[in-house]
């Protein structure tokens, strides 16, 4: 079982509507969560970190299920530019690397 | 620059050659992170560092695969003895200090592309 896993998607989305996808994890001392975000062919970079209590960013809603091992992002009122891929990263067993998922791709269309 | 800068963006070469992938992180920034990209997958952890030590190897597939850091900021990935299965892009990140692992905020270079024939 890889250590996180993601739907891979692609998620078609319709410009204005919500979309939201799951992240799941193996290893239950993971402490810090994040998701990044991907666009085509360009590095990734951090959209938001992931709280106990859930945290929202403007549009964007992450939540984190403890119990379950996963973690969610939900964005709400698509944007065309919100189409990239989404990477649900969380901290590894050593507490010094960051695991990436294999990542959910979003399409926004109007 | 400000950001993660990396040389060169793109490298072909042939099975069997031996390659160097450069990584300049943001000044400043003690810990530094390599990883690797193939084509619909997420990025996979190499190596990484905490000042000129590899704190954590685990990720290096096997021993074609080594990494420097000998002053603390400008990092070299070697890779000898290429094989079409090393074609990735190669993703460097580097942090303010490890701590910044907890943050999540790891900035990226643009990659290196490899491609091996």
């Known amino acids: 079982r890889k250590e996180v896993e993601q739907d891979p998607g692609p998620f078609n989305v319709p410009e204005g509507a919500t979309v939201a996808f799951n992240c799941t994890y193996s290893n239950s001392a993971s402490q810090s969560f994040f998701w990044y975000r991907q666009d085509c062919r360009k590095e990734p970079k951090l959209l938001m970190s992931v709280y106990s209590s859930g945290n929202e960013d403007g549009r964007f809603t992450a939540q984190l299920n403890r119990a379950s091992q996963y973690i969610s992002l939900l964005i709400r009122d698509s944007k065309l530019s919100d189409s990239a891929t989404y990477l649900c990263v969380v901290n590894g067993a050593a507490g010094n690397k960051l695991t990436f998922g294999g990542g959910t791709r979003v399409l926004v269309k109007p | 620059g400000a950001g993660v800068s990396q040389t060169p963006s793109n490298k072909v070469t042939e099975k069997g050659k031996y390659v160097e992938l450069r990584c300049d992180p943001i000044s400043g920034h003690t810990a530094l992170y390599w990883y690797r990209q193939s084509l619909g997958q997420g990025p996979e952890f190499l190596i990484y560092?905490?000042?000129?030590?590899?704190?954590?190897d685990s990720g290096l597939p096997n021993d074609r695969f080594f990494a420097v850091r000998p002053e603390g900021s400008v990092s070299t990935l070697k890779i000898q003895r290429t094989e079409r299965g090393d074609s990735a892009v190669y993703l460097c990140a580097s942090s303010l200090t490890p701590a910044g692992v907890d943050t999540g905020e790891l900035f990226f270079g643009e990659g290196s592309r490899l491609t091996v024939l």
């Open positions: 560092f905490q000042g000129t030590g590899a704190a954590d």
